[in-house]
């Protein structure tokens, strides 16, 4: 099973922030959360990682929260483009990696 | 151009042939796994292998047998391939196993078994 629960889709207006949520409630303290997306049937594309500080990146921003048991990928200002499946998912030193089904981001024009 | 590359990325075959997907990356990297997606399953890990020579199975490994001999390739077998295998493959890589190392993905394969 997955580690990390996410909502099956979410719709969001085009120019404004797409902020997608994600629990990983079984977080263990070496496990880094990473976001995933997938355009059509691409491959994935790496997005933004982050073991317990908020992260920033040219693509998005990721805040965890303080207990590390759930966390959100924004996307400041959301475009046609960003239509995807956003997978979230948490690794450590496991050498398995488990996807979960992601959300499906509709982005509205 | 830091990638991975697959081949085929696209084939159509018949039950019982048996077939190699291959897997290539330029980046040197230490960590490689395939996957496989249908359709409201999400990405399923078939196999992985953490270096040169040390593979071991993921979720879904029946079906499927994989090798490491160089560090650059991870070819993905299927000795007997069946219906229940179309699908679309992925195949990752990452510098290591630690967990603060993005994977890098191909762009695909899809099988359909006739």
């Known amino acids: 099973d997955a580690k990390t629960t996410q909502p099956p889709s979410m719709d969001c207006a085009e120019g404004r922030a797409a902020n997608l949520p994600c629990n990983h409630s079984t977080i263990s303290g070496n496990e880094y959360v990473y976001w995933y997306r997938q355009i059509h049937s691409q491959g994935p594309q790496y997005i933004i990682h982050?073991?317990?500080n908020n992260e920033t990146n040219e693509m998005a921003s990721l805040i965890i929260t303080e207990d590390r048991k759930s966390s959100t990928l924004i996307l400041p200002h959301a475009t046609l483009r960003d239509t995807a499946v956003y997978y979230c998912i948490v690794r450590g030193r496991d050498d398995k990696i488990i996807f979960g089904k992601g959300t499906r981001l509709h982005i509205l024009p | 151009e830091a990638q991975v590359t697959q081949n085929p990325r696209y084939l159509i075959t018949v039950t019982g042939k048996k077939l190699t997907v291959t897997c290539s990356q330029n980046?040197?990297?230490?960590?490689m796994s395939w996957y496989r997606q249908d359709p409201g399953l999400g990405l399923r890990q078939i196999y992985y292998?953490?270096?040169?020579?040390?593979?071991d199975k993921g979720d879904v490994p029946e079906g499927y047998k994989v090798s490491r001999k160089e560090k650059r390739n991870f070819p993905l077998i299927l000795e007997s391939p069946s219906p229940n295998q179309t699908s679309l493959y992925f195949c990752a890589s990452s510098l290591t196993r630690v967990g603060n190392q993005p994977q890098h993905f191909g762009d695909g394969t899809r099988l359909s078994i006739l």
């Open positions: 982050g073991l317990k």
């Open positions: 980046m040197n990297h230490e960590y």
């Open positions: 292998s953490m270096n040169v020579e040390v593979t």
